[in-house]
């Protein structure tokens, strides 16, 4: 059988092996624990509480401040400590509220209680049930999900995919994921398509877990419209138009969505997320974590309550046996640099990246003019020209960056940086220059 991927991509080294036989491990925070309102894509939460409140876990402490955003919950029990601006991963201050937790982890009423018939619901009721859970794309994206499978044309929905690619190196919470909870993942992605009458989910798993290959599939077993598909491991495998390319055989065009190719993509803890929020009515409160690299002294997965801080991930870890370069909130191709450890983690951080090496400063000794090899090129997987680009956003040109060059669809999924031969920050280019078009385009 052949074995599909998509044009373009990488082969970095993967660094699997540090942290993919670690399981799970159920990690309880103990000092505050910080929730920033904007954790999502869309218009930040908006807090329900105030200093000196006391909350449950699952309780609501700040709702969704419209359509596109999401409810966020407190995941221990405790006082509100403080509502302010805190930093978050990226160095950037937002609203947050500060919970002080006391411990006994007391669940709000009804949180956690089984529901009888979960086939009596209507497709209204399990919507409403996946936004009063405020969950968002837990791959890193964070777009609120009751709004991507809220879709005009349901009937048009071809294929539901789950994304269990995991392509960015070092991160292996989602494989322990889908070894530990495959018959899970595969109820919430029966739920997802009873939304879909016509739609086929299809779990996509790069070739490289062969344990989660099999425990999901032997999930499947069974269900009528539920299948695996392992694919090529490369990068960005996992990135959604490079997964509707392959399932659904088509290009999504700049400011298309996935419903418009008739798609519907979710990461397998996202779709995990689901199930419990059905289930049990259990809000977003925990998500699986890999702290990796290698100055940490025990790479691992971990089961962390949103809002923990990131410093008590590292301590989890046994702390650095190697003072680090860098460390960097998700991998390696996609991550950030973080300036602090205290920043909280939230709904869309999967990862914790410490390297005991600085890869960018290393290229940026070794950098040269460009070459015109090519390569960039070659390795793009939208089939774009980060050659001309470069040129072009150097010349501040951005009318031809974005109208004839296209370079608004660019992922910054970093192929071409990575592939530069000369050393070139591509990706760091097409970033800022991305962000200056949009804010143009705003004022």
Known sequence: MEVKTFHGGVHPAGHKELSQESALQPLLPQGELVYMTNQHIGKPATPVVQKGDKVLAGQVIAEAGGFVSANIHSSVSGTVKAVEPRKNASGGSAMAIVVENDGAYTLAEGVGQELADVEALTNQELLAKVRNAGIVG???????????????????????????????PYITCDDQLMQTK????????????????????????????????????????????????????????????????????????????????????????????IYRAVYFNEPLMERGFTVSGDAVEKPGNFIVKIGTSHRELVEAAGGFKLTPKKVL?????????????????????????TLS???????????????????????????????????????????????????????????????????????????????????????
Not at 155 to 164: C, H, P, Q, T
Not at 184 to 208: D, K, S, T
Not at 248 to 260: C, F, T
């Open 138 to 168: 837990m791959g890193g994206a964070g777009f609120p999900t009751h709004v991507k499978l809220t879709v005009k044309e349901p009937e048009k929905i071809r294929f539901v995919i789950a994304n269990g690619a995991e392509c960015e």
């Open 182 to 273: 495959s018959k899970e993942i595969v109820a919430g992605m029966e739920l997802i398509l009873r939304l879909f009458p016509n739609a086929e989910g299809i779990v996509v798993i790069e070739n490289n877990k062969p344990k989660a290959i099999a425990a999901m599939q032997e999930a499947a077993k069974g269900t009528q419209r539920v299948s695996v598909m392992p694919v090529q491991t490369k990068y960005p495998q996992g990135g959604e138009r490079s997964l509707i390319s392959i399932i659904a055989q088509k290009h999504l065009k700049l400011g298309m969505l996935p419903a418009d190719a008739g798609c519907v993509v979710d990461n397998v803890a996202t779709i995990y997320a």
């Open 329 to 353: 909130s998700g991998g390696p191709m996609m991550g950030f640099a973080m300036t602090t450890l205290d920043a909280p983690i939230c709904k869309n951080n999967n990862a914790l990246t």
């Open 357 to 443: 090496f600085d890869d960018v400063e290393v290229a940026q000794k070794q950098m040269t003019a460009c070459l015109r090899c090519g390569r960039c090129s070659r390795v793009c997987p939208l089939g774009l020209s980060p050659q001309l680009m470069q040129v072009a956003a150097q010349r501040k040109d951005y009318e031809r960056y974005e109208k004839h060059l296209y370079g608004l669809e660019c992922i910054a999924c970093g192929c071409c940086t990575y592939n530069c031969p000369a050393k070139r920050p591509l990706m760091q280019l097409f970033k800022q220059t991305k962000a200056e078009i949009m804010a143009m385009k705003k004022r």
